[in-house]
């Protein structure tokens, strides 16, 4: 059984910073095409950060030299770090994995970034 398990969701203020975690279970992170995507009251899901099991990655144009996406293999774990943050990245993050074409969700984290 396949899952995806979001941490480090909460409150901060502008200009700060958080680390989200993606610990896995049932499947390979360095194995996975691995994702961070991101949803905000009323609107779509996004993706906010990719990492391919080639280890390239890319990134919304919004979080564009904040946001780092990375991934720890021995703890099958992946993250986002989000620096300078701003009110309108308050969302629900969620993480996804690709498994050769099997889709897998996390059950989100909410980031609330407020003064």
């Known amino acids: 059984q396949v899952q995806l398990v979001e941490s480090g969701g909460g ?8 680390r989200l ?13 691995m994702g961070w995507y991101r949803q905000a009251p009323g609107k ?9 099991r080639l280890s390239s ?11 780092t996406i990375s991934r720890d293999n021995a703890k099958n774990t992946v ?7 701003k009110a309108e990245d308050t969302a629900v993050y969620y993480c996804n994995g690709d498994y050769w074409g099997q889709r897998y ?6 980031v609330t970034v407020s003064s």
């Open 11 to 18: 409150l901060v203020q502008p200009g700060g910073s958080l």
């Open 21 to 33: 975690s993606c610990a896995a279970s049932g499947i390979s992170v360095s194995l996975s095409n």
């Open 44 to 52: 779509e899901r996004e993706l906010v950060a990719a990492l391919t």
């Open 57 to 67: 990655t890319n990134y919304a144009d919004s979080v564009k030299g904040r946001f």
């Open 79 to 85: 993250y986002l770090q989000m620096n300078v943050l």
């Open 105 to 110: 969700w996390g059950q989100g984290t909410q």
